[in-house]
């Protein structure tokens, strides 16, 4: 089916293509209802996405943290606590960028949110603990924590 403009508004056709040509060349029309919902569904894809690795990564930084005392019940847990504790730490120390992070920021912006600066931490948790924000030091003695707790949990454990 062709597409038609009133005369007084119609466009320029590039390079002399035909009505259907020419439309297929500007894109799906903007006041499609199909398109409309393919969007709209698109985005809430991606929204769900990003709700689903920010909790992910919530549950993650939890077992970072915490883990160390769900290996004092389950020993054989600290195979997959102990990297993901050292993991949590270097990433304090270091100021690294988590991959979770990067994933959580690419679904934001495909769902047509913006992203966030900083990391996880920075974004969800110091907000909560500390409102005034995230000083270097506080990532630092983030760290140190999560060092020191498992360190005597598993000093504890292997003792």
């Known amino acids: ?3 038609t403009y009133p005369s007084a508004s119609a466009p320029k056709r590039p390079n002399g293509l035909s009505d259907r040509r020419c439309a297929n060349a500007l894109g799906p029309h903007r006041n499609s209802g199909e398109n409309r919902v393919a969007r709209r569904m698109r985005r809430m894809t991606y929204h769900v996405a990003a709700t689903a690795t920010a909790l992910l990564h919530f549950a993650f930084v939890g077992f970072v943290i915490f883990g160390g ?3 004092l019940r389950w020993p054989k847990l600290m195979w997959l606590h102990l990297p993901a504790a050292i993991w949590g730490v270097l990433i304090e120390f270091f100021s690294w960028y988590c991959p979770l992070t990067r994933w959580e920021n690419y679904f934001l912006r495909e769902a047509g949110r913006a992203g966030y600066d900083g990391g996880f ?8 603990l500390y409102p005034a924000g995230l000083t270097r030091g506080l990532e ?3 760290g140190a924590f999560v060092l020191v707790l498992n360190g005597v949990i598993y000093w504890r454990l292997f003792r």
């Open 140 to 142: 630092i003695a983030i």
């Open 121 to 128: 931490v920075a974004h969800y948790i110091m907000p909560v």
């Open 1 to 3: 089916e062709a597409v």
């Open 69 to 71: 005392l769900a290996v």
